[in-house]
């Protein structure tokens, strides 16, 4: 009788560890892990801290910090989202105004933006909290839809 029940609490915990190995991997398709490499999002985020990035173009909404891979180097980059192709660019005396705060355009980035004046479809409007050392949409365009990775879900305080 006791191997009996012996098989039983072993068939038990086989099928709870492949049920609980069904879920990890499957929230691992959902979820990505990234560390911050740059400085452009301080103070909200720190060159080094590990963020929780949850995948899916379509979840990015105004506001939200996101991953995407850079046009210039293939990189994952992370940055917020200020502008989306809804949204119609507003510049004011060298300022980029939006729901979420103004950033500085040098006279270049203002000449581009000042002529493109919307987005195109789908596409999103990133720059770094840290304006003044953010490499960004500002210098290299929109995102485009397909080179969107998730949005920041978790940080880690870094330190």
Not at 132 to 143: E, I
Request: glycine share 8%.
């Amino acid at each position: 009788m006791s191997s009996r029940r012996c098989s039983l609490l072993t068939f038990r915990s086989i099928i709870t560890v492949l049920f609980l190995s069904a879920i990890l991997i499957s929230a691992g398709s959902q979820f990505m892990l990234i560390k911050i490499r740059e400085d452009s999002m301080t103070p909200t985020l720190a060159n080094g801290q590990w963020v929780v990035v949850l995948r899916g173009a379509g979840r990015i909404r105004l506001g939200d910090i996101a991953v995407f891979v850079s046009p210039l180097d293939q990189e994952l980059v992370v940055k917020r989202c200020v502008l989306n192709s809804d949204e119609r660019l507003v510049i004011e005396h060298g300022w980029l105004i939006t729901p979420w705060g103004r950033w500085y355009l040098t006279g270049p980035q203002w000449d581009r933006l000042d002529e493109e004046r919307s987005l195109p479809k789908g596409s999103l409007f990133m720059v770094g909290d840290n304006q003044f050392q953010s490499f960004d949409s500002r210098n290299y365009g929109y995102v485009p839809p397909e080179s969107l990775i998730g949005r920041v879900l978790f940080r880690r305080n870094h330190g």
